[in-house]
């Protein structure tokens, strides 16, 4: 699932009705926001213990931990450690530090088949809030995201790390790069620190790009491609755009506005709309077409007191959909919401309180599988039972 939808069905949605029971929950020790990649009934995440990175691989069904594997890191902390997602392929979970280490684990026995610090052996700059764009497998290759001159894409081959290509020479960014095909050539849209760009897969040259800064050069939310369009969001007030690609590979700007700011929330694309949290705490249902917001609603996050342009600065909760429903995080309420993802307005099924009231910065997207849906915030991981039979009582309901 790389769009944010699962394609599973028949869960518990009607959460009015029948609240969804926290049936385990996990300590975290690294204060960060990786998510939890889950893989044939193991949950994978990373966390960080003194100057480890440790790999965990939890039981789905349980919580119980089945093995852990970790490699030295640093002891330095940046507003937390893990940041990136841990990525499966054929047997291997692929990780990336917030300072550069690049490791792969047997995926059942937790063994380091390699690790490389991509930040020493290619120069690479740190991004803002350090390294946050999470691998992604492709074919035989492994894609990372070091930046600096020569290497701000790098593939390694996913067997051994040895590197097979290196290109670009900007600093990186924090979003994650997304495989597509546009024009009929497949390619990888990455940001860095500029802006949006289309690199070759096969050798890391650049077939587009898009001037696109922000404040601090964030971009955390990976684009979503769209034939030969290519959305793109960003928080620090900066709004949301659509571009198209033609076939010489000139990219032109088909709107720009602030309908939607997406700082650091994932846009998930669903029957033609696009839906997403923003840095003004709401929950927007976007015409990508016309780039018109449809509806929004406002309680997803916790406003700071930090005055921008258009609105304010704040942290908005990862979203993922499973069976039409979008699974929310809002950390106004510190809680987990159920909603309708449909265009005909905001149609909230449901909510169950899950983070402390003292917990902030839950901008981590939630993960689900086989009717487990896995949340964190920056101290626990909870795992929310999704089955149509299971409930919890109503005195337990928010």
Known sequence: MRNGISPET?????????????????????NGYAAVTIVDGTAFVLDHIADQDILRALDLATGLQ??????????????????????????????????????????KTGKILWLRNLKTDFNGVLPSWDYSASPVVDGNQVVYLPGGKGASVVALDKNTGTTIWKNGDDRPSHATPVIA??????????????????????NGQQLWRY???????????SPVVIGNK?????????????????????????????????????????KGYIYCTDETARLVCLDPETGLGVWAQDGFGARLNVAWKDGFCTGSGGLV????????????????????????????????????????????????SDGKLIVRDPKN?????????ASQPPAQRQ
């Open 381 to 389: 991981l909870y795992c929310l039972d999704l089955s149509p039979t």
């Open 321 to 368: 959909m499973v069976d039409g429903t979008l699974f929310v995080v809002s950390e106004l309420t510190k809680s987990m919401v159920a909603v309708r993802a449909t265009p005909e307005g905001y149609q909230e099924l449901g909510r169950v309180k899950v983070f402390d009231k003292s917990t902030v910065d839950l901008f981590t997207t939630p993960s689900y």
């Open 230 to 270: 290519v959305f793109i969001t960003a928080g620090y007030g900066m709004g949301s755009a659509m571009l198209s690609i033609d076939e010489t590979w000139k990219v032109k700007e088909l709107w720009k506005n602030k309908e939607l700011i997406g700082r650091t929330a994932n846009p998930i694309l669903y």
């Open 211 to 221: 001037q696109w800064y922000t404040q601090h050069d964030v971009h955390a939310a």
């Open 10 to 30: 028949g869960i518990n949605t009607n959460w009015a009705a029948h609240v969804p029971p926290i049936i385990w929950t996990y300590p975290m020790h690294d």
């Open 181 to 202: 095909t546009i024009n009929n050539v497949k390619q990888y849209v990455i940001y860095d620190g500029f802006g949006v760009i289309g690199v070759r897969p096969d």
């Open 66 to 107: 089945r093995w852990e594997s970790g490699y030295t890191d640093t002891r330095s902390s940046q507003v937390g450690f893990a940041r990136c997602n841990p990525a499966y392929d054929s047997g291997k979970i692929y990780t990336f530090s917030r300072v550069g280490n690049g490791a792969c684990f047997d995926a």
